[in-house]
């Protein structure tokens, strides 16, 4: 009895494991959500204007909003720095576009993906990643 007990047990917390991580999708709209966090995968670089250029096809952003409802931060991986603090309008039903983009730098995201080409001080981000 007491093995039937572990067993059964340990089949439940597999259970509730498999489920947790198969409730989590990939299709969480950034625009509808009050609390948005996901990671978008692809081409991403940096160049400081100096000595410092960073470079990959196989990085990551991994995206989250923030309590203000309108701001979100960008933890970029390879030990390019983060973006933090930037504001986003909605454009369309699905999309959120950097406030004071232009043709030259703006940051734009929706469910699948994220595209970057952000500049401020002479330092220069770009993302290409899908989720």
């Known amino acids: 009895m007491k093995n039937l007990i572990k067993t059964l047990g340990a089949f439940m917390l597999l ?7 198969s409730s989590c999708s990939n299709d969480d709209d950034p625009v509808n959500n009050d609390f948005f966090a996901g990671t978008y995968k692809g081409s991403i670089s940096y160049n ?16 989250t909003k923030i309590a203000s409802g309108t701001k979100y931060n960008f933890a970029f991986s390879d ?3 983060d973006l933090n603090g930037i504001e986003f309008e909605q454009k369309g039903d699905h999309t959120l576009v950097m406030v ?3 043709a ?8 699948n993906e994220l595209k970057i080409l952000y500049m401020k001080d002479g330092k220069t981000w ?6």
């Open 79 to 81: 030990s390019i720095p």
């Open 126 to 131: 770009t993302a290409n990643c899908t989720r």
């Open 15 to 21: 259970l509730f494991a498999v489920t947790t991580i």
């Open 48 to 63: 400081d204007g100096g000595s410092t250029s960073i470079s990959t096809n196989n990085g990551s952003v991994f995206v």
């Open 104 to 111: 030259t730098s703006y940051i734009r995201i929706d469910n």
């Open 100 to 102: 004071g983009s232009t």
